[in-house]
T-cell receptor
Framework: DSGVTQTPKHLITATGQRVTLRCSPR?????VYWYQQSLDQGLQFLIQ???????AKGNILERFSAQQFPDLHSELNLSSLELGDSALYFC???????????FGQGTRLTVV | AQSVTQLGSHVSVSEGALVLLRCNYS??????LFWYVQYPNQGLQLLLK??????LVKGINGFEAEFKKSETSFHLTKPSAHMSDAAEYFC?????????????FGSGTQLTVLP
């Protein structure tokens, strides 16, 4: 158990819908990262937050957004979902930028 | 910009044989390098990391990796494979600049251990 909690574990939704994925980082970790893992794109970095502020942005679609709350948990919002958004979404956390990231179990999103 | 290339998307070894998973990186500045393992329906677990200290890094489960700057490589090895090592392995690179930390992953290597 990495200490990073992601909910829900599985999510099935229809095209055009909006979903929210939640991540609770390890106690004391200030940085939260979101990654997408799909068969065709592999593991792609989406976005990083550090102590509530956005610090890095990767290949995140405009339909996707994220935020980190004062209690340091984070949410990834995916809207206008398409079939191609079906993937495993991972959250990771770290104490700071010079320490390793610990990954959650992921949320498997299926868009039908 | 940074990138990682993992040579061989599938590697098969016999139980007890040497495991060698290849990773080459590209980075404009000295990198931090990581190996992660992913078991089926699981998240990513850190095996080991290189953060500019010793070039030979020992990790969990008997794995180790050597950072070779001249070859821009960070290959993962284990002297004797166990059945439990069957999983997908990912090499990742990042650069230690400021508070932004983006891991760039390779495409992964699926390790099969044959009895």
């Amino acid at each position: 158990d990495s200490g990073v909690t992601q909910t829900p574990k599985h999510l099935i939704t229809a095209t055009g819908q909006r979903v929210t994925l939640r991540c609770s980082p390890r106690s004391g970790d200030l940085s939260v990262y979101w990654y997408q893992q799909s068969l065709d794109q592999g593991l792609q970095f989406l976005i990083q937050y550090y102590n509530g502020e956005e610090r890095a942005k990767g290949n995140i679609l405009e339909r996707f957004s994220a935020q980190q709350f004062p209690d340091l948990h984070s949410e990834l919002n995916l809207s206008s979902l398409e079939l191609g958004d079906s993937a495993l979404y991972f959250c990771a956390s770290s104490v700071g930028p010079r320490t390793e990231a610990f990954f959650g179990q992921g949320t498997r999103l299926t868009v039908v | 910009a940074q990138s990682v290339t993992q040579l061989g998307s599938h590697v098969s070894v016999s139980e007890g044989a040497l495991v060698l998973l290849r990773c080459n990186y590209s980075s404009s500045v000295p990198p931090y390098l990581f190996w992660y393992v992913q078991y089926p329906n699981q998240g990513l677990q850190l095996l080991l990391k290189y953060t500019s200290a010793a070039t030979l890094v020992k990790g969990i489960n008997g794995f180790e990796a050597e950072f070779k700057k001249s070859e821009t490589s960070f290959h993962l090895t284990k002297p004797s494979a166990h059945m439990s090592d069957a999983a997908e392995y990912f090499c990742a690179v990042t650069t230690p600049s400021g508070s932004a930390r983006q891991l760039t992953f390779g495409s992964g290597t699926q390790l099969t251990v044959l009895p």
